[in-house]
């Protein structure tokens, strides 16, 4: 069974996300399944491009030959880093599944469990950049909120 799986993983090309990245794809990506990329960009102004268009509801899904094509991903802000890129492709080569990436403007907690429903997504896997807990009780944990609130199951990939 596949092809109706929509399983998320919050990335922000840091090497946690590209752990989590890993992760799903060793763990719980089934041949014909949708792997949704989902990155968060803080919410600045911008004076042109695809992000005035899309911010209050997120990008459109951009499939994985557009995401990979760095003309295309300058228009959004985002600039994805090689080593994910190349995880995403060989993913969708051995694995036969359909990678996409969705792009949202704002506060990570709030636009990922947004994303959970907007989409929606069978499952969720962000990554966990470890923060002490001096930091945790400051800055507050993302991926803590995502587990609390996300309508859907949350894997946490520890760092």
């Known amino acids: 069974m596949g092809g109706d799986r929509r399983i998320g ?3 922000d090309f840091s090497e946690c996300s590209r752990k989590a990245l890993k992760w799903a794809i060793d763990n719980v990506i089934r041949n ?4 949704i990329l989902i990155t968060i960009r803080p919410e600045v102004f911008y004076e042109g491009g695809e ?3 899309w911010e209050a509801t997120g990008s459109p899904l951009i499939p994985l030959v557009q995401f990979s094509d760095p003309a295309i991903m300058k228009k959004y802000g985002v600039k994805p880093d090689p080593e994910t890129l190349d995880i995403a492709n060989t993913a969708a080569r051995q694995k036969e599944v359909d990678v996409l990436l969705k792009i949202y ?3 990570p907690r709030e636009k990922i469990c947004e994303a959970v429903d907007n989409i929606p997504l069978t499952c969720l896997i962000v990554g966990n950049r470890g ?5 945790r009780v400051i800055m ?3 991926s803590n909120y995502i587990v609390n609130n996300a309508s859907c199951p949350v894997t946490v990939v520890k760092h």
């Open 140 to 142: 507050g944990s993302v």
């Open 9 to 11: 993983v919050a990335i």
């Open 32 to 35: 014909g399944d949708h792997l």
């Open 51 to 53: 992000m005035q268009l």
């Open 105 to 107: 403007w704002g506060d």
């Open 131 to 135: 923060l002490g807990t001096l930091k």
